[in-house]
């Protein structure tokens, strides 16, 4: 058999064994009744039951057969959701390996540092706030991880990859100042990062750029962490399929807010999860029924709605609804009372009896019916105000993160209900809480009496004369619990959260690789996105860094005649190709593997953006260089996923990102959603993005060379390369002998000087806008007898970021010689007005204003775009060389050069105010 005619190309059966079908858990109904007699009896008797026990007992009854059904591999239907109790009941509960009281106690320690360290913050005189009831909702979940189940960075397996909630960062710190990795100093120093000196603060959520040895993953922007954290597990999954590292050992956990889940990019990649399987990826839902304003969903049931959100996108579901005191409450619940009401009772309400009596709960929750009145009766109103949320109760957390990092075959989520601000009363299930930062004298008294710490009033009183706040609480390194804390980490590889940066920099390829691009296209004409492509093929053949390049698109690779890589470098795929390709006889046949190297994210910009982040990163999170190349359609990138690439940045994320189609009229017919004249902007302001706009396959050789070197090389910087380009066919020319690589590098560089005599003019343009200055420096010396030269500006963002350096070094070097932005010291010697333009609007280019030596006018593409060719359409936003000629022979006249009438005549001539000039003129190369 030949490879083409193989149907499966990777293993026949997905991870767990199972072969995929296409109902999920569900069962066929197209299927004849072979034995109608027999399915009447089965009938018949169901509704006997229904007359004679009624429907409660029916009900259980259907679920036993369900569940039964599922036991004997039937394949029914899986219930969406199931009754608002814990998934796991008390007789499956593993036993629990700790000290549970010792574990208490740290946990208390913890709450009060978290807490008091945020109060601190928010003293009279500081106010930069913070957040105390999130991580006093989630210390459980989190503190069952610590000691339990987390694997540092020394575990032989290479640790596991844990997302925290931003705003429980509190939390997080306060566990590392008991394990002694950060100083009470740092804690009083919380969110004031730069007014103590270097690293003597402490950043306000999880930042690696900012905290880069301590912070893995930054997780604040709300959404984020679902998407990032499942693309996460799948590029673990990817480096192993692809022979680059074993992650078999690793687990990526992620903790989300039941909030947050309503941000489209939390839910919305959880089926990828499922169909791939990423049984190596853990959630963990901290249901505390409360977001920022008030509740997530008063009227309704958020871990309900959420339960069958996951199951029906394929996940494992384990509820954490209740506590260990509610076990024997519903062991007598014989009648499904009880479970009834935890069913039926909104959130609102639950959220209520978080801050009522006991009495309160007894009439309102078990007063509703006779039977649960009954129930209850032995309980004094205390006992019934103090039982407690599944999130709360150690070993249920236990136990749910015990089965899920056993569960094979499935991703797992964890809804752990619990109540946000628990255990400090002046918190507890308030509306308000998510912004109160500050406890009184009296809030935190009550605090530490609830936590049993041994802090006295007087000692209280003191701290707060002192420092208008409470005293931080360290029991001694050498104490029980922090002793068992640290035993506990050196069991399981060491502290967490925290960075390293293991990776060795890369042997790059050598010039060899780049003479292509260099030798220019002949007579030919190749877009830029081509000559990128080209080079990228190149190095994914180079020994070195060939298999590290991780190729990323969002179903686009056709459009940037990526297709011709499928058969060879395939599109990866853990299940392997299962089916006879349509195209298997072709030569550029589709090709699925689980050893494919290039991801194709189905048609999600934010996906393909999670896919570079973990890639990007991969250099400290798995101590391997990866060289994530995202390919995508220009507009859908800063656009579209602008805060993707910020937190990319801020995860220190390294790797190419190529807005292919670019520009406001090159992309022709596409029109306005479509058309990019602004990108280069967004960038600008991404401090991590460096930003190019070649003109020339040259140029991109140097460019892509420099991302490497940069990137990947020795002192490699945390940098994000940014390229766009074109779809337009350009010849290519030659390396000129004296190429300009550090002018092509800093941003601006000289091409072609106008012979002979004449007025003078500085023609500047990037991108796919280089040619139209060639044409006007052509028609101007022909047409008009001016003389102009012609400068290839490879980035804007650069030149503007250096002018801006050093107008800073400037300022803060009074006494020294000024330095001089690059572009300034380009253009000194020039003569003549300096006229730029660029597929792009004018705040573009003008960027670099302020530093252009002389007069400086700018074209653009301001505006919305529409589908029209590209003449007409440079036309109407008069960028096009006719356009560039009036403008310079206006600057010419304002300058006193030439005669007015000059102008005039050219404007009648070119008729650039009239897009209708150009109708007929052709075009080359379509849209995509
Ligand atoms: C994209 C985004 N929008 C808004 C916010 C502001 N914000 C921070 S926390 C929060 C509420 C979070 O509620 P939830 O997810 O339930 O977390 P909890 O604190 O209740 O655990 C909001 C709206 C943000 N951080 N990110
Ligand atoms: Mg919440």
Redo the contacts with the bound molecule.
């Keep these: 058999m030949t490879e083409e005619s193989t149907p499966t190309s990777g293993t026949d059966t997905t991870r767990s064994g199972r072969t995929p079908t296409v109902i999920h858990e569900g069962l066929p109904t197209q299927l004849p009744d072979i034995d109608p007699d027999e399915t009447h009896d089965w009938l018949d008797s169901f509704d006997a039951l229904i007359d004679e026990r009624g429907r409660e007992r029916a009900r259980y009854v259907m679920l036993r057969l369900l569940e039964r059904a599922r036991e004997m591999s039937v394949g029914v239907p899986a219930l969406r959701s199931t009754d608002y109790i814990n998934t796991i009941p008390p007789e499956r509960e593993p036993w629990f390996p700790g000290d549970e009281e010792a574990e208490r106690r740290i946990r208390a320690f913890i709450r009060w540092n978290a807490a008091v360290m945020v109060s601190s913050a928010n003293r009279k005189g500081l106010e930069v706030g913070g ?1 105390i ?2 991580y006093q ?2 210390a459980s979940l989190y503190e069952v991880g610590f000691n339990h189940f987390f694997r540092g960075k020394d575990h032989p397996g290479g640790g596991d990859q844990i997302y925290i ?4 960062s509190p939390g997080i710190y306060a566990r590392a100042f008991l394990e002694g990795r950060l100083t009470e100093e740092q804690l009083y120093h919380f969110r004031q990062e730069v007014q103590h000196g270097p690293h003597a603060g402490l950043s306000s959520y999880p930042h690696p750029r900012l905290m880069p040895e301590f912070w893995e993953f930054p997780t ?4 984020l962490t679902g998407i990032n954290s499942i693309y996460q597990a799948r590029f673990n999954r990817y480096l192993a399929n692809r022979g680059i590292k074993d992650t078999g050992e690793q687990r990526v956990w992620a903790f ?6 309503a ?1 489209p990019e939390s839910l919305g990649a959880i089926r990828i999860a499922a169909r791939e399987e990423l049984d190596n990826l853990t959630w963990v839902i ?1 249901c ?1 029924l ?3 304003d008030g509740p ?1 969903t008063g009227n309704g049931k958020i871990i309900q709605e959420l339960e069958a959100n996951f199951r029906g996108a394929g996940w494992n579901v384990i509820k954490v609804v209740w506590g260990r005191e509610w076990d024997d409450l519903l062991a007598r619940d014989v009648d499904g009372v009880l479970v009834n009401r935890m069913n039926s009772t909104p959130d609102g309400a639950f959220q209520t009896y978080s801050v009522e009596s006991g009495a309160y709960i007894r009439d309102s929750f078990f007063g509703s019916d006779p039977r649960l009145t009954k129930m209850v009766e032995h309980m004094t109103d205390d006992q019934i105000r103090k039982l407690p949320r599944g999130g709360h109760d150690y070993r249920k957390v236990y136990a749910a993160f015990d089965s899920a990092t056993k569960h094979v075959g499935q991703p797992t989520v964890i809804l752990a209900k619990t109540i ?1 601000g628990w255990t400090i009363d002046a918190l507890e299930g308030k509306n308000a809480t ?1 912004q109160m930062k500050k406890l009184t004298q009296d809030d935190i008294k009550k605090f530490r009496d609830r936590l049993y710490l041994p802090i006295s009033d007087r000692d209280l009183e003191r701290s707060y004369e002192e420092t208008g706040a409470a005293p931080f609480f360290h029991p001694g390194a050498d104490s029980h619990e922090i002793q068992y804390m640290l035993d506990r980490r050196k069991q399981l590889g060491g502290s967490l959260p925290k960075r390293v940066t293991r990776a060795k920099s890369l042997t790059l390829p050598g010039d060899d690789v780049y003479a292509e691009l260099k030798q220019g296209s002949g007579k030919h004409s190749i877009a830029t996105t081509m000559a990128v492509v080209r080079l990228l093929k190149d190095w994914m053949k180079d020994p070195e860094i060939g298999q590290r390049i991780v190729p990323i698109a969002p179903d686009e690779y056709r459009t940037f005649g990526m297709d011709a890589m499928f058969p060879s470098a395939k599109v990866y795929n853990p299940a392997g190709q299962k089916y006879e390709s349509v195209d298997r006889k072709l030569l550029l046949s589709y090709k699925e593997s689980a050893q494919g190297q290039m991801l194709h994210e189905g048609i999600s910009e934010a996906g393909a953006m999670a896919s570079a982040t973990a890639a990007g990163s991969a250099y400290a999170t798995h101590g391997e260089h990866m060289i994530p190349f995202y390919i995508f359609y220009s507009m859908f990138g800063f656009q579209r996923t602008g ?1 993707s690439i910020w937190a990319m940045a801020d995860q220190l994320s390294r790797g190419f990102l190529v807005g292919a189609t670019a520009g406001r009229t090159t992309l022709t017919g596409e029109g306005l959603q479509h058309a990019d004249g602004h990108s280069p902007l967004l960038a600008s302001t991404n401090p991590a993005v460096v930003h190019y706009d070649p003109a020339f396959a040259y140029e991109i050789s140097h460019i892509m060379k420099s991302g490497l070197e940069r990137m990947y090389g020795e002192d490699a910087e945390n940098v994000i390369f940014y390229l766009t380009v074109y779809n337009e066919p350009v010849s290519q020319p030659k390396e000129p002998d004296d190429v300009d690589v550090e002018g092509i590098l800093k941003g601006i560089h000289h091409v072609q000087s106008a012979e002979g005599e004449g007025p003078r003019a500085q023609l500047l343009a990037s991108g796919v806008g280089f040619p139209w200055i060639q044409e006007a420096q052509r028609i101007l010396a022909e047409d008009w007898g001016v003389r102009a030269d012609t400068w290839s500006v490879t980035s804007w963002n650069e030149l503007a970021r250096d002018g801006a350096a050093a107008e800073e070094w400037n300022l803060l070097h009074p006494g020294e010689s000024p330095r001089t932005p690059y572009v300034a010291d380009k253009l000194q010697a020039v003569t003549g007005p300096v006229v730029a333009v660029s597929d792009y609007m004018r705040a573009v280019p003008l960027q670099i204003a302020r530093w252009v030596p002389g007069d400086y006018r700018v074209l653009g593409a301001d505006g919305f775009g529409f589908a029209d060719t590209r003449p007409a359409a440079r036309r109407f936003f008069h960028i096009d060389a006719q356009s560039v000629v009036v403008q310079t022979l206006q600057a010419l006249a304002d300058a006193g050069q030439i005669s007015r009438d000059k102008v005039e005549e050219a404007f009648a001539r070119y008729r650039i105010d009239d897009p209708t000039a150009t109708a007929g003129v052709k075009q080359e190369g379509g849209d995509a």
């Design positions: 957040h009831a999130t909702s989630s909630q931003g705003h429980a604040v922007s709300m959404g989300l807010g039941d909030g947050e889940m941000e901290n505390n409360q977001q920022l997530v946000k998510h805060d």
